[in-house]
């Protein structure tokens, strides 16, 4: 199953930073986000177009994640003048992911 199947992304970007807040459509697939929707898994797939760190926070009072993504190639939404570096054009490859 592909990420956007269970998930919605919220996302927003200032420069070379974009947050991506990742919320399940039904709070029950919260713990399955959590085992599996990794910073380190989001950095990988994402490596195309974020080029430093990527940062999980857990929010399980409200039941998502945000990831901070670092680094965004390009130069990030302010200079680029390629689409794809923008915080929503990320958020939507993100829910691209495949789960197990």
Same mark, same amino acid.
């Given at each position: 199953? +592909?990420?956007?199947?269970?998930? $919605? &992304?919220?996302?927003?970007?200032? %420069?070379?930073?974009?947050? #991506? /807040? =990742?919320?399940?459509?039904?709070?029950?697939?919260?713990? @399955?986000?959590?085992?599996?929707?990794?910073?380190?898994?989001? $950095?990988?797939? #994402?490596?195309?177009?974020?080029?430093?760190?990527? /940062? +999980?926070?857990? #929010?399980? @009072?409200?039941? &998502? *994640?945000?990831?901070? &993504?670092? %680094?965004?190639?390009? %130069?990030? =939404?302010? =200079?680029?003048?390629?689409?794809?570096?923008?915080?929503?054009? *990320?958020?939507?490859?993100?829910?691209? #992911?495949? @789960?197990?």
């Amino acid at each position: 199953m +592909r990420l956007h199947e269970i998930a $919605r &992304c919220r996302a927003g970007d200032k %420069g070379t930073v974009a947050t #991506l /807040t =990742v919320v399940p459509r039904d709070d029950a697939d919260y713990p @399955l986000l959590v085992a599996e929707l990794t910073a380190e898994r989001v $950095r990988a797939f #994402l490596d195309p177009w974020v080029g430093g760190a990527v /940062t +999980r926070h857990e #929010l399980p @009072l409200v039941a &998502c *994640l945000q990831f901070v &993504c670092t %680094g965004i190639r390009g %130069g990030g =939404v302010t =200079v680029s003048t390629e689409l794809d570096t923008h915080g929503k054009s *990320l958020g939507s490859r993100l829910l691209a #992911l495949e @789960l197990p």
